[in-house]
């Protein structure tokens, strides 16, 4: 066991490519909140961090869990730094509880400074939910929720948190925008827990994907990155506008191929990828398209 994993290493243990499910709710949420007429850059950019914080917790936490129970010995994909061997356990859960922390920190500032005390509760919820993904006794992870788990927190929870925090009250665009980002985000784990089956199936971890099997698995992914541009569709009748975020759904022609004509292990790892940047794209477009109407 290696105590000295390299900046890179540790760089890539935080998963990078994972980010965009972080910004993307933040930034489709400001353009809510634009549309709202109660945009606070300061809020807003503290809202962001908070995301950032808590995923690359989500990550580092992931990593140490799986690590120690032998999850990620065999598996295709990012270096995980545990599983690895090349940075020690106790190290991982130091950075895992750190940011963690530091999302705590950042979400009682945010919740001091806007006053909306109730807040405090769904940060807690939050940060709970990143720890026993993989974390604890029984993690829910392993019980096929975390789907579900990730299209509340970084789908429902983080677009509509970066509303309310600013205007006070949620429009119905920001819910559909949150649904959205929240049916991409869950993409983005649908693909990795696809990838994972074999492994997952082995050492006993019944994710969702292990649970639905390849084919169900595969069909999943595919209403789910479905919903987002039905709910442009749907806003797009009262805000035209809007319909311009339309043309993302072309960045999805590598990822559906692949998800259709049965790419798996590392044939799936560019599925994550695209799949993280057209939520962000969509997101991008969307929150600006919104923000003008």
């Given amino acids: 066991m290696g105590d000295m994993a390299t900046v890179a290493q540790w760089i890539e243990g935080a998963r990078p490519r994972t980010l965009p499910n972080a910004v993307a709710p933040v930034v489709a949420g400001v353009g809510a909140t634009v549309q709202l007429g109660a945009f606070s850059w300061w809020q807003s950019?503290?809202?962001?961090?908070?995301?950032?914080?808590?995923?690359?917790?989500?990550?580092?936490?992931?990593?140490?869990?799986?690590g120690i129970r032998g999850t990620d010995e065999n598996r295709v994909g990012p270096l995980r730094l545990v599983g690895s061997g090349v940075a020690a356990p106790r190290l991982v859960l130091a950075a895992a509880l750190a940011c963690l922390g530091l999302a705590g920190v950042l979400g009682l500032l945010l919740v001091v400074l806007s006053g909306h005390w109730w807040l405090l509760i769904m940060g807690a919820a939050c940060i709970l939910g990143a720890w026993f993904y993989t974390g604890g006794k029984k993690p829910y992870g392993y019980a096929g929720l975390g789907e579900i788990a990730v299209f509340v927190f970084f789908g429902l929870a983080a677009v509509l948190g970066t509303v309310y925090v600013q205007a006070g009250r949620v429009s119905w665009i920001a819910v559909g925008a949150a649904v959205?980002?929240?049916?991409?985000?869950?993409?983005?784990?649908?693909?990795?827990?696809?990838?994972?089956?074999?492994?997952?199936?082995?050492?006993?971890k019944n994710t969702l994907?292990?649970?639905?099997?390849d084919a169900g698995t595969r069909r999943l992914y595919l209403v789910l990155i479905t919903v987002p541009y039905a709910v442009t569709v749907l806003i797009g009748v009262w805000h035209p506008l809007v319909l311009i975020a339309l043309v993302t759904a072309v960045l999805l022609r590598g990822p559906v191929k692949?998800?259709?004509?049965?790419?798996?292990?590392?044939?799936?790892?560019?599925?994550?990828?695209?799949?993280g940047l057209v939520m962000l794209a969509w997101s991008v477009l969307s929150g600006l398209l919104i923000a003008l109407s």
């Fill in 45 to 66: 950019l503290l809202a962001l961090l908070v995301a950032l914080s808590l995923i690359i917790g989500v990550n580092f936490a992931n990593d140490y869990s799986d």
């Fill in 209 to 213: 994907a292990v649970r639905l099997g």
């Fill in 258 to 275: 692949a998800i259709v004509t049965g790419g798996t292990g590392r044939g799936l790892i560019p599925v994550l990828r695209d799949t």
């Fill in 180 to 204: 959205a980002v929240g049916c991409f985000s869950t993409a983005v784990l649908t693909a990795n827990n696809l990838r994972d089956i074999p492994t997952d199936r082995e050492v006993g």
